[in-house]
Each structure stands twice: as C-alpha cells, then as structure tokens.
Nanobody, 122 residues
Framework: QVQLVESGGGSVQAGGSLRLSCAAS????????MGWFRQAPGKEREFVGR????????YYADSVKGRFTISKDVAKSTVYLQMNSLKPEDTAVYYC???????????????WGQGTQVTVSS
C-alpha cells in the first residue's frame, strides 16, 4: 500500500500562486507515476499533470500547460504542484495520485490523496 498526504491549497485571487505538496509513504518503490487531478463542483475528476518517478519526465493537461509545474523530491518522497497565474476556472478540489503505470485518467490511479481545496476568486 501507498499512502499519500497532501498539504497546501487555500484561497487566492486571480493571477496569484499556490503550491501543493504530496508526501508518499509505504511501498513507494512500486510507484511509476505521481500526479494531480482536480474536480470542480458538478464536474468529473480531470487530469492535471504527472511526473515519472524515476526520470522526472512531466506531462500536463493543455488547460494548465505553461502555468503549472510538477516537481519532486525523491529523498522526501514528495511531489509538488506549483500553480501560477491562477484563474477562477482553476477552482477545484485537487487530488494527489499515484500509480504503478502511466496515469492519465482516474481509472489509471491506484492511490489517491485526501484532496485539498483550491479557490481562485476574480
């Protein structure tokens, strides 16, 4: 099993920045990808981005490309989501995710964090 604990989030005005952290514990050797999804009220959970655990390759959804950056600290087993130039449409609950293969859809995810609220006001 892998446990994911998120921190960060909160409220910010449009154009501002926030950073989310996700600390992994347990059988972290089984992780191939870690990433982030988000879910706005009344909408389906959607992919935000991912990072390969071994070689730090990243991939982002078009909606956040150029504004969000995923990084990792292997020694701390922690992944970060730096969110810049935030927009009201970025408002959602953000979930950390991990999987033993490439994660691109919620069905690919083996482990989820508890979720953290990000609210962007105009």
């Amino acid at each position: 099993q892998v446990q994911l604990v998120e921190s960060g989030g909160g409220s910010v005005q449009a154009g501002g920045s926030l950073r989310l952290s996700c600390a992994a514990s347990g059988r972290t050797f089984s992780i191939y990808n870690m990433g982030w999804f988000r879910q706005a009220p009344g909408k389906e959970r959607e992919f935000v981005g991912r990072i390969r655990w071994g070689v730090a390759l990243t991939y982002y959804a078009d909606s956040v490309k150029g504004r969000f950056t995923i990084s990792k600290d292997v020694a701390k087993s922690t992944v970060y989501l730096q969110m810049n130039s935030l927009k009201p449409e970025d408002t959602a609950v953000y979930y950390c995710a991990a999987g033993s293969f490439t994660i691109a859809t919620p069905q690919d995810v083996h482990y989820w964090g508890q979720g953290t609220q990000v609210t962007v006001s105009s």
